[in-house]
């Protein structure tokens, strides 16, 4: 039997074969289109990673700080993996990215443009830290925009913004009120070339910053996204699934949902048609023969599947693995010298679950 040591050793050679390059600016510059350039997040402006906040009146303090302390890194690597093999985008658009790492491992090694959006400034700092240990061959970038905003500059940067081959959100839409959820419905779909990925808290899933009104069943999101347009693809959904379990199996593993572009020439598979780097590991709820046979209670693949998704991220992101220990074990490191009474404040009651559930509890609709 595989021991969990054995697993960390065997992603601990990880980044030797990631074909590490940084993305040129010619490169940088065909990703973003010109109406949205004010809103690209500046790495190089923006405060540490321990002063950049966001506050929230129904949660505590969001930031990529707390988020690591509350949560740590909360990576699916083999949903990471249904994203970027199986579906093989070259473009992708993520509505609220969180800690950015499923988008910064589909840009790495599906070689992809990915933009990732958030209301606000958060992730610029984050992501230059995710790509300066392995800068890898694609691109990621932040766009910090309120697509729902009335400004006229957020409204041309919204409409200038193209298709993708992959367009995906996962466990956003539960902060979003209501009022907005036909504008992101809409948004999502027009925005999709290919294949749309969604996943949404369902009614009476736990979490900090979720509005009842927003949250629905997965049928009833699947019958919106249809409406809007797209097709639903069963097989796939499965497979996206089971790619989350054991290690999102409170969320995605129940929520997530595939559609492709009726325009687009993909074709709902099962596994038989898996790529091989989802078929051939059992650390997750694909390849279940194997997996059943080393590990047949759920408990015991949860525990080989979290040091599998541990050792993988800490070769990935030595930096943010490195501040993850580092805020568990001290989580005052998440303040700014100067504001003790802010941190007091944000770790008395739980820490919001993303920037867009913090941004919106600020406002008044």
């Not at 065997?10 to 973003?32: C, D, F, H, K, W």
């Not at 790495?43 to 700080?65: N, V």
């Not at 294949?195 to 009833?220: C, I, N, Y």
């Not at 997750?284 to 590990?295: D, K, M, P, R, S």
Request: with cysteine.
């Amino acid at each position: 039997m595989l021991s969990i040591v054995s697993t960390l050793k065997v992603v601990a050679i990880l980044p030797a074969v990631l074909g590490l390059r940084m993305p040129s600016s010619e490169q940088s510059s065909n990703t973003i289109p010109a109406e949205c350039h004010s809103f690209v997040s500046d790495y190089e402006q923006l405060p540490a990673l321990s002063e950049t906040t966001l506050m929230g009146e129904s949660g505590g303090e969001w930031s990529p700080c707390t988020h690591l302390a509350t949560y740590g890194l909360n990576f699916s690597p083999f949903f990471a993996r249904f994203l970027t093999y199986q579906l093989a985008p070259k473009t992708v658009l993520e509505f609220g990215c969180g800690l950015g790492t499923t988008s910064d491992f589909i840009a790495r090694h599906a070689k992809a443009q990915v933009v990732c959006l958030e209301p606000e400034k958060t992730l610029g700092a984050l992501i230059s830290s995710l790509r300066k240990d392995n800068a890898g061959e694609g691109e990621l970038k932040q766009l910090a925009l309120n697509i729902f905003a009335d400004d006229s500059k957020a409204r041309a940067c919204t409409q200038a913004m193209g298709k993708h081959d992959l367009v995906f959100s996962l466990e956003v839409a539960e902060h979003i009120p209501f009022q907005f959820h036909s504008q992101l419905v809409k948004f999502l779909a027009s925005r999709t070339k290919k294949w749309l990925v969604f996943s949404a808290a369902r009614p009476k899933q736990g979490g900090t910053g979720h509005l009842d009104e927003s949250m629905f069943t997965d049928e009833e999101w699947k019958a919106k996204f249809q409406d809007a347009g797209l097709e639903f693809m069963p097989k796939l959904t499965n497979m996206a699934r089971d790619a989350a379990y054991p290690k999102r199996s409170y969320d995605l593993y129940a929520n997530a949902l595939v559609f492709k572009h009726p325009s687009h020439d993909g074709t709902d598979v099962d596994i038989n048609q898996g790529h091989e780097m989802l078929t051939d590991f059992m650390y997750h709820g694909v390849e279940n023969a194997l997996a059943n046979a080393q590990y047949p209670t759920w408990a015991e693949k949860a525990v080989v599947a979290h040091a599998f998704s541990e050792g993988m991220a800490a070769a990935m992101w030595p930096a943010l693995s490195l501040m993850e220990q580092k805020v568990k074990k001290n989580a005052s490191l998440c303040a700014h010298p100067s504001n003790s009474m802010k941190l007091m404040q944000t770790f008395s009651k739980p820490s919001m679950t993303s920037a867009w559930a913090s941004f919106f509890s600020k406002k008044q609709f």
